[in-house]
Protein backbone atom coordinates (compact mmCIF):
# COMPACT_ATOMS: atom_id res chain seq x y z
CA UNK A 1 0.00 0.00 0.00
CA UNK A 2 1.36 3.45 -0.82
CA UNK A 3 -0.07 7.12 0.99
CA UNK A 4 0.45 10.38 -0.20
CA UNK A 5 -0.13 13.34 2.46
CA UNK A 6 -0.57 16.95 1.49
CA UNK A 7 0.22 19.53 3.45
CA UNK A 8 0.40 23.68 3.07
CA UNK A 9 -2.75 24.88 2.26
CA UNK A 10 -4.98 27.72 3.48
CA UNK A 11 -5.51 31.28 2.94
CA UNK A 12 -3.62 33.63 1.52
CA UNK A 13 -4.47 37.51 -0.19
CA UNK A 14 -4.19 37.69 -3.32
CA UNK A 15 -0.40 38.06 -4.24
CA UNK A 16 0.37 36.38 -1.78
CA UNK A 17 2.32 32.65 -1.96
CA UNK A 18 2.65 29.15 -0.04
CA UNK A 19 3.98 25.61 -0.45
CA UNK A 20 2.20 22.29 -1.05
CA UNK A 21 3.89 19.65 0.20
CA UNK A 22 3.36 15.72 -0.53
CA UNK A 23 5.17 13.18 0.55
CA UNK A 24 5.20 9.42 -0.34
CA UNK A 25 5.11 6.02 1.79
CA UNK A 26 4.71 2.64 1.80
CA UNK A 27 5.36 0.12 -0.64
CA UNK A 28 7.87 2.14 -2.69
CA UNK A 29 10.08 0.65 -5.16
CA UNK A 30 10.79 3.86 -7.11
CA UNK A 31 8.41 6.94 -7.96
CA UNK A 32 8.01 7.76 -12.04
CA UNK A 33 6.58 10.86 -11.73
CA UNK A 34 4.59 13.03 -9.43
CA UNK A 35 1.75 15.67 -10.30
CA UNK A 36 -0.12 18.55 -8.60
CA UNK A 37 -3.72 18.59 -10.15
CA UNK A 38 -6.74 21.31 -8.79
CA UNK A 39 -10.07 21.09 -8.78
CA UNK A 40 -11.82 24.66 -8.18
CA UNK A 41 -15.93 24.54 -6.82
CA UNK A 42 -17.96 23.56 -9.64
CA UNK A 43 -15.18 22.65 -11.98
CA UNK A 44 -13.05 19.81 -13.23
CA UNK A 45 -10.40 18.95 -12.10
CA UNK A 46 -7.74 20.09 -14.07
CA UNK A 47 -3.90 19.32 -14.31
CA UNK A 48 -0.68 21.65 -12.35
CA UNK A 49 2.17 20.40 -12.81
CA UNK A 50 4.37 17.43 -13.11
CA UNK A 51 7.84 16.62 -11.99
CA UNK A 52 9.97 13.47 -13.50
CA UNK A 53 11.37 11.39 -10.67
CA UNK A 54 14.66 11.46 -12.15
CA UNK A 55 16.30 14.14 -14.38
CA UNK A 56 14.75 17.88 -14.14
CA UNK A 57 11.59 17.75 -16.80
CA UNK A 58 9.01 19.37 -15.55
CA UNK A 59 5.46 20.69 -17.56
CA UNK A 60 3.09 23.53 -16.41
CA UNK A 61 -0.38 24.24 -17.43
CA UNK A 62 -0.29 27.80 -18.97
CA UNK A 63 -2.35 29.78 -16.22
CA UNK A 64 0.64 28.95 -13.81
CA UNK A 65 3.66 29.45 -15.90
CA UNK A 66 6.31 31.56 -14.47
CA UNK A 67 3.71 31.63 -10.94
CA UNK A 68 4.27 28.20 -9.65
CA UNK A 69 7.28 25.67 -9.30
CA UNK A 70 6.92 21.92 -8.65
CA UNK A 71 10.37 20.56 -7.02
CA UNK A 72 11.09 16.88 -5.55
CA UNK A 73 13.18 15.74 -2.58
CA UNK A 74 14.41 12.32 -3.70
CA UNK A 75 15.61 11.47 -0.27
CA UNK A 76 12.38 12.12 1.16
CA UNK A 77 9.88 10.93 -1.99
CA UNK A 78 8.68 14.07 -1.56
CA UNK A 79 7.16 16.82 -4.08
CA UNK A 80 6.51 20.38 -3.71
CA UNK A 81 4.88 23.08 -5.26
CA UNK A 82 6.02 26.21 -4.49
CA UNK A 83 3.00 28.92 -5.57
CA UNK A 84 3.94 32.68 -5.61
CA UNK A 85 1.89 35.99 -6.79
CA UNK A 86 -1.23 33.76 -6.41
CA UNK A 87 -5.00 35.27 -7.68
CA UNK A 88 -8.67 34.19 -6.55
CA UNK A 89 -8.61 31.48 -9.55
CA UNK A 90 -5.98 29.44 -8.16
CA UNK A 91 -8.82 28.76 -5.32
CA UNK A 92 -9.10 25.04 -5.46
CA UNK A 93 -8.50 21.62 -3.73
CA UNK A 94 -5.27 20.88 -4.74
CA UNK A 95 -4.16 17.20 -5.08
CA UNK A 96 -1.17 15.36 -5.62
CA UNK A 97 -0.85 12.36 -8.18
CA UNK A 98 1.82 9.95 -8.06
CA UNK A 99 3.14 7.15 -10.41
CA UNK A 100 4.85 4.41 -8.66
CA UNK A 101 6.51 1.12 -9.17
CA UNK A 102 5.85 -0.70 -5.97
CA UNK A 103 7.74 -3.21 -4.41
CA UNK A 104 5.67 -5.87 -6.19
CA UNK A 105 7.13 -4.01 -9.48
CA UNK A 106 4.08 -3.34 -10.67
CA UNK A 107 3.23 0.36 -12.04
CA UNK A 108 0.04 2.02 -10.26
CA UNK A 109 -0.97 5.43 -9.88
CA UNK A 110 -2.07 7.08 -5.99
CA UNK A 111 -3.61 10.27 -5.28
CA UNK A 112 -3.77 12.46 -1.96
CA UNK A 113 -6.72 13.78 0.23
CA UNK A 114 -6.33 17.07 -1.12
CA UNK A 115 -5.70 19.92 0.61
CA UNK A 116 -7.63 23.09 0.21
CA UNK A 117 -6.05 26.72 -0.90
CA UNK A 118 -8.23 29.84 -0.68
CA UNK A 119 -6.99 32.71 -2.18
CA UNK A 120 -9.48 36.04 -1.33
CA UNK A 121 -8.80 39.50 0.62
Known amino acids: QVHLVESGGGLVQPGGSLRLSCAAS????????MRWYRQAPGKEREFVAV????????IYVESVQGRFTISRDNAKNTVYLQMNSLNPEDTAVYFCNARITTLQHLIQEYWGQGTQVTVSS
Open 26 to 33: GSIFSIVA
Open 51 to 58: INWSGNGT
